[in-house]
């Protein structure tokens, strides 16, 4: 074996006769790129260089009081305009505070972490009570709540593909619109 290091060098005649590795106990064959350790070399370590760091680098975000307040009162304003306002109305109001605090962690462009989160759902259940199911208990809410956090896949605002659709196609004629295939006689309007 002419190198350890580079197999392109290593002919197949000679990987065939040192498939077994034994060349490689040989330390008397060593080559310039191998260095061998012993009992008299000292091994000496250069310290390590200080961190390239200020010293307000804490090594994760800080967010100001004031923004960490603001993002505190966003948050129960959502609370409160998803409340549940009637009877078998848990469901779209949870929803819909899902895609909310879906939509304010993408202009975050971070998570909310789960104090954020979890203040957010108590205020709207607090605040839903006197409407939710007796049946059902806080811990099945909060359970479906944060199954439906991870299932958003358009928070709230991103919705205007669909708008933009929909005024495109108002504003076609009867001639232009497009045919339904299995609904013939659909509705034009």
């Known amino acids: 074996m002419k190198d350890l290091f580079d197999v392109t060098r290593i002919d197949y005649d000679d990987f065939e006769a040192n498939r077994d590795l034994w060349s ?4 008397d064959s060593k080559g310039e790129r191998v260095t061998v350790l012993t009992k008299e070399h ?4 250069s310290p390590l260089p200080p961190p390239h760091v200020s010293p307000e680098s ?6 100001p009081v004031s923004n960490s307040q603001e993002l505190g009162n966003e948050l129960e304003e959502l609370a409160k305009c998803n409340v549940c ?3 078998d109305t848990a469901r779209e109001g949870r929803w819909q505070l ?3 605090l879906n939509a304010v962690e993408k202009r975050l462009a971070r998570n909310l972490n789960p104090d954020e989160a979890m203040r957010t759902f108590n205020k709207w259940h607090g605040l839903s009570q006197p409407y939710l199911d007796p049946k059902k208990s806080r811990d099945d809410y ?8 991870g299932k958003v896949r358009v928070p709230t605002g991103e919705g205007e593909v669909l708008k933009k659709a929909l005024e495109r196609v108002s504003t076609l004629s009867v001639f232009e619109l497009p045919i339904l295939p299995r609904m013939a006689d659909a509705p034009q309007t």
């Not at 490689?24 to 330390?27: G, N, R, S």
């Open 98 to 100: 899902a895609r909310d």
């Open 24 to 27: 490689v106990t040989d330390l």
């Open 58 to 63: 804490h090594g994760f975000p800080v967010y």
């Open 42 to 45: 000292q091994l000496l370590f």
């Open 142 to 149: 909060l359970a479906r709540f944060l199954g439906e956090l």
């Open 85 to 87: 306002t009637g009877g």
